[in-house]
């Protein structure tokens, strides 16, 4: 929808608002109802069990537990007993792994929740004539915003009065310097946002000035809300060592099992008699092949790293990621990140 081509008057009959004395409580409560918070959309927070089950699916887990049971299920059957021990060692290892990632996520999601329960941002509205201060995620279209330097804007806001009003673009536009912005109505329906002189889009920074707007969109329906949906929709790309790890793992299970299938041939066409023995010794082979010990130790690595990073101000939420930042040899940035 465009709005900065919009009289004052047709801004009033469209949102249902005065501009002098903006909506009643009423009106924004029923209106809050109707379209919901003024929050950008988020990525869906994995429960704890989602974590941990998806650690057990990992590719050399699952090798793991295929070895342990395959131990048991030979010895079953070639000795007619169970042995148990090399299964449950195996399974004490997948499991502790998966505790290890699922503790430092779940540390991590809740670091990140409380900083931003410590940073809600507030906005100073027009409610039936009264100036009283909300918070940001409660407003609602039709709105009289009142904005001052040095806050972000809460919300895409038309520019009813302005004051030297200049205003950082850049996460948005890309423009590296503030741009001024006035309350002259533009009669040009095809502007990029960069032209919309009379618009403050939300998550944009006021670096001097002061003005009154009303708001004309919010939460997803917003400039910046249009990108964060495209974001949420993003699928999660696989970090180099997950890549590098699968691929280990798809090397190992073939080297394995090509090192059983030698020994058991091998011993096999020396002494075909004693089959159940070298049917047992190939399998023992294959298993001590596969490394138990290094999705623990790569957890334990990464767990130490999560905590060094921390101590510097740091949160990362998955284990997987401190490895690809620590990938990174050089940074670039354009103009908008000096």
Known sequence: MIWFNKTDK???QEFGTNLNWGLSVEQA???LVKNGKNELPKPKNKRWSIIFLSSLLDPLAIILIIAGIASVVIEKVVNNRIHVIDFIVILCIVLLNAFIQTIEQVKAKKSLESLKKMTIPLAVVKRGGNIIEI???ELVVGDIVILEAGKYI????????????????SAL???????EKNNNLLANEKLILAEQSNMAFMSTFITNGRAVGIVVASAINS????I???VVRTKHEKTPLQIRLTKLTKVVSIFAILLAIFVFVFFFLTDENSWPINLMA????????IPESLVVIVSVILSLSVKRMARVNVIVKKLDAVETLGSVNVICSDKTGL
């Open 228 to 230: 964060a949906a495209v």
């Open 154 to 169: 809460p919300a895409d806001i038309r520019i009813l009065e302005a004051s030297n009003l200049f205003i950082d673009e």
């Open 135 to 137: 918070p940001a995620n």
């Open 10 to 12: 047709e801004l009033e």
């Open 173 to 179: 536009t890309g423009e590296s310097v503030p741009v």
């Open 282 to 289: 190939s399998v023992t082979i294959a298993i001590a092949v």
């Open 223 to 226: 400039q910046i809300g249009k």
């Open 29 to 31: 409560a029923e209106k």
